[in-house]
């Protein structure tokens, strides 16, 4: 299948001589929803800008649904719609009007029906005469979706779409974004808050200092490189690890009453019924336990101390 968006030897130097991105490549498949994660200043607000048009590029070539988003950028640009983080608008315009307005920039023609369909999808309708200035945030924040929709794009960028959010507006945007994404736009956001992406993703880029370190499918990111612990709460403490337990390379907690067993989670599971029967064999009975693997935050964290 080919892609929806197609990235290839994509760099940029600011004018001040900084080279926010280096050489990225990277395609996003039809219909996926693509996190770019990464900290500060990573140059992930630069990349979606270039795709989106807002910046230029400095080298490199940009392709959106087929269309090259320099020679071909009115074609590229009315396929992609883009969440940004600020609503800017006019706060005394009421809801129709600024969603209608935004499809108008595209040179669309006006289509109420579809309008109706986008405020009605994002429980806007009953709001629809009311003023922006008379919104809750998180209504505000559903009218930035609403006019990235407004002229039917097949690629939404969401960037930072849950930055200070509370919990529970978090989780009705992630719901929010799951609906678009069953209608088949692709959506790709930014995020700072890994938990979003371990929620939501198929696939995670990882973008450090301009590079786009790892990409990769997000199950299989937390397969490779997540790491599962067993924790045993002992009957009664232990003075030490038993010499002939030595190859698990358990950890026995201070007070010597919990071993903690980690075990990659590529490798066959078979040496946890071992483990089981060599405690039993050395007469370490445990009364609880439990297991934990790595989160994508974990991951991250670890990545980019391999990086630094
Ligand atoms: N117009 C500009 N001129 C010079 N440098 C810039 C310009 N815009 C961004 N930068 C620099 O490029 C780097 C990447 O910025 P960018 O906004 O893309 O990062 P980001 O990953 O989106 O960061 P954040 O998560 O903080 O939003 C930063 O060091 C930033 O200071």
Redesign the pocket.
């Known amino acids: 299948m080919t892609p929806i968006i197609s990235i290839s030897g994509l760099s940029k130097t600011?004018?001040?001589g900084?080279q926010?991105?280096k050489h990225i490549n990277l395609e996003i498949q039809r219909g996926e929803i693509f996190a770019l994660l990464?900290?500060?200043?990573?140059?992930?607000?630069?990349?979606?800008?270039i795709i989106c048009g807002l910046?230029n590029p400095t080298e490199g070539t940009v392709l959106a649904d087929g269309h090259n988003i320099i020679t071909d950028y009115r074609a590229a640009r009315s396929k992609i719609g883009l969440v940004p983080q600020e609503l800017t608008n006019d706060a005394f315009e009421t809801v129709w009007n600024t969603v209608s307005f935004s499809r108008g920039l595209f040179g669309k023609r006006a289509h109420p029906a579809h309008i109706e369909k986008v405020l009605k999808d994002l429980s806007l309708w009953s709001k629809k005469d009311n003023r922006l200035m008379t919104l809750s945030g998180g209504m505000k924040r559903r009218v930035l979706i609403a006019k990235a929709l407004s002229h039917e794009p097949q690629i939404l960028f969401l960037?930072?779409p849950t930055a200070g959010v509370d919990v529970e507006l978090r989780k009705e945007m992630w719901a929010m974004v799951r609906s678009l994404r069953a209608t088949g736009v692709t959506v790709i956001l930014?995020t700072?808050y890994i938990e979003e992406a371990e929620e939501m993703a198929d696939r995670v880029g990882v973008?450090n200092n301009?590079e786009l370190i790892l990409v990769e499918e997000k199950t299989e990111l937390m397969r490779k490189l997540g790491k599962k612990q067993l924790i045993l709460q002992l009957q009664n403490a232990l003075p030490n690890v038993p010499e002939a337990l030595a190859a698990y390379a358990l950890e026995l907690s201070a007070d010597g009453d919990q071993l903690t067993y980690t075990y990659d989670t590529r490798r066959e599971h078979s040496s946890i019924p071992a483990l089981l029967r060599d405690l039993h064999d050395n007469s370490i009975v445990f009364k609880d336990l439990q297991t934990t693997q790595s989160s994508l935050e974990d991951i991250f964290v670890k990545l980019l101390k391999e990086q630094s």
Request: cysteine-free; hydrophobic content about 35%; charged content about 10%.
């Open positions: 600011y004018a001040s900084f926010a991105l990464g900290p500060n200043g990573a140059g992930k607000t630069t990349l979606i800008s910046v960037d930072e930014t700072h973008i301009g």
